[in-house]
């Protein structure tokens, strides 16, 4: 089985329907979506409309998390703040319930989903520290644990001198964003 995994969206649409016809391309049918699916971009309701047709498991994002209640919307920088509001303008009370209750970590018996990371997904921590990111492996069973949250795409081994993925091995991969570098 083949999974897509994406990630901050960030009401990005034509972004999101680009990486959506490739993903068509490939014939992939299972699309998994590690949050921030609102905030910054101008198409949040279409956003919205097509992550909730077409993907199979979606966490909590911390901007969708602000467009949805208005929590931690303060935490985000003041083009974000603005965005977050313009947003929540937007979209109508059963897509602000849906993203509400999103949660904030997933899994299954092969993968576990989470927009920032696996150890405190609530506090949206940024993993961009050795020491913080090998921590995250405590917080997660299966094998992978994808993220999102910092745009940057990356893959961690839980040892070091692994520079594949390889079976016996456990992995944290940042998917990186679909709506903005």
């Not at 083949?2 to 049918?29: C, K, M, Q, W, Y």
């Not at 409309?49 to 602000?66: E, I, P, T, Y």
Request: aromatic share 6%; glycine share 8%.
């Amino acid at each position: 089985m083949r999974i897509a995994l994406i990630s901050d969206i960030h009401s990005n649409l034509p972004a999101l329907e680009s990486v959506l016809a490739e993903i068509d391309r490939e014939g992939i049918t299972d699309i998994y979506c590690l949050g921030d699916v609102v905030g910054y971009g101008a198409d949040p309701v279409l956003c919205v409309v097509l992550v909730r047709s077409r993907c199979s498991k979606v966490v909590l994002g911390n901007h969708d998390l602000a467009v949805a209640t208005g929590e931690g919307i303060e935490y985000l920088p003041p083009d974000g703040q603005i965005a977050a509001e313009h947003n929540a303008d937007q979209l109508d009370g059963d897509q602000k319930a849906w993203l509400a209750a999103l949660p904030f970590i997933d899994s299954d018996s092969h993968v576990t989903l989470a927009h920032a990371s696996p150890g405190d997904p609530e506090r949206w921590l940024r993993v961009e520290s050795f020491f913080l990111a090998q921590d995250q492996f405590n917080h997660f069973q299966t094998d992978v644990c994808f993220v999102g949250h910092t745009h940057l795409p990356g893959i961690l081994c839980n040892q070091l001198g692994v520079l594949r993925v390889r079976q016996g091995h456990r992995y944290l991969i940042n998917v990186g964003s679909v709506g903005q570098p």
